[in-house]
């Protein structure tokens, strides 16, 4: 079993920034994708990063691009987003997800749609006052 555990939510004001870590466990992400969502209530999730556990590839949506960063932390088993010049629509819960061993297969923009993610984790809130 999977058990991602996210942390590092919180509030903030507007132009500030903070930083999400999504623990992986004992699970090897090295041929698989991990990525971080958000979602507003009544949305669907939106893709804002991707990282390939193995060679570190990124994927950013264009609504975070040049503003988020993620990367892998390979002595914490964990995948991290540093999110700077945060704005108030980029409040949301931010969820971790990893895909399933994925050998082979290149990388691009599915990397950021939710349902090629198979393990969930339960979510931080990030909030961003004007």
């Known amino acids: 079993e999977v058990n991602l555990v996210e942390s590092g939510g919180g509030s903030v004001q507007a132009g500030g920034s903070l930083r999400l870590s999504c623990g992986v466990g004992e699970y090897s992400i090295s041929i698989s994708y991990v990525a971080w969502f958000r979602q507003v209530p009544g949305e669907e999730y939106e893709g804002v990063a991707a990282?390939?556990?193995?060679?570190?590839?990124?994927y950013y949506s264009d609504s975070v691009k040049g503003r988020y960063t993620i990367s892998l932390d390979n002595e914490k088993n964990s995948v991290d987003l540093q999110m700077t010049d945060l704005k108030p629509e980029d409040t949301a819960m931010y969820y971790c997800?990893?895909?399933?061993?994925?050998?082979?297969?290149?990388?691009?923009?599915?990397?950021?749609?939710?349902?090629?993610?198979?393990?969930w984790g339960r979510g931080t809130q990030v909030t961003v006052s004007s």
């Open positions: 997800a990893v895909t399933g061993p994925l050998q082979g297969r290149r990388g691009g923009t599915w990397t950021l749609r939710s349902a090629e993610y198979h393990y």
């Open positions: 990282i390939h556990g193995g060679v570190g590839t990124t």
